[in-house]
């Protein structure tokens, strides 16, 4: 099992920055995938961003630019540094991990079902 704890949430200003971390622990296995999702109230849980553990990433166009995911694989620690944040960025922001998911073409890699595991979010808000 696989345990997840995200933090680094809050309320920034439009144009701010903010970064998330989600600290794993468990039974990780060697290599597997790590994923920031986000959802507004009355919306569908959206990806956001995705790395696998040899750091290969994968972004929503909707951050590209604007969002970095990154990992220490020393402290099993992903982030997720986001700059430039719009007031639609509001959202509960939520860390995933699954073995395969992010290897997955895009139609899967954003399927929330395809993710095995999943933290209890952490608020960003945009005003």
């Known amino acids: 099992h696989v345990q997840l704890v995200e933090s680094g949430g809050g309320s920034v200003q439009a144009g701010g920055s903010l970064r998330l971390s989600c600290l794993a622990s468990?039974?990780?296995?060697?290599?597997?995938?790590m994923g920031w999702f986000r959802q507004a109230p009355g919306n569908e849980r959206d990806g956001v961003a995705t790395?696998?553990?040899?750091?290969?990433?994968s972004y929503a166009d909707s951050v590209k630019g604007r969002f970095t995911i990154s990992q220490d694989d020393a402290k099993n620690t992903v982030y997720l540094q986001m700059n430039n944040l719009l007031p639609e960025d509001t959202a509960m922001y939520y860390c995933?991990?699954?073995?395969?998911?992010?290897?997955?073409?895009?139609?899967?890699?954003?399927?929330?079902?395809?993710?095995?595991?999943w933290g209890q979010g952490t608020q960003v808000t945009v005003s």
């Open positions: 995933a991990a699954d073995r395969f998911a992010c290897l997955q073409g895009p139609g899967s890699r954003w399927d929330r079902s395809q993710w095995n595991y």
């Open positions: 790395i696998h553990k040899d750091g290969t990433t």
């Open positions: 468990g039974s990780l296995p060697s290599n597997y995938c």
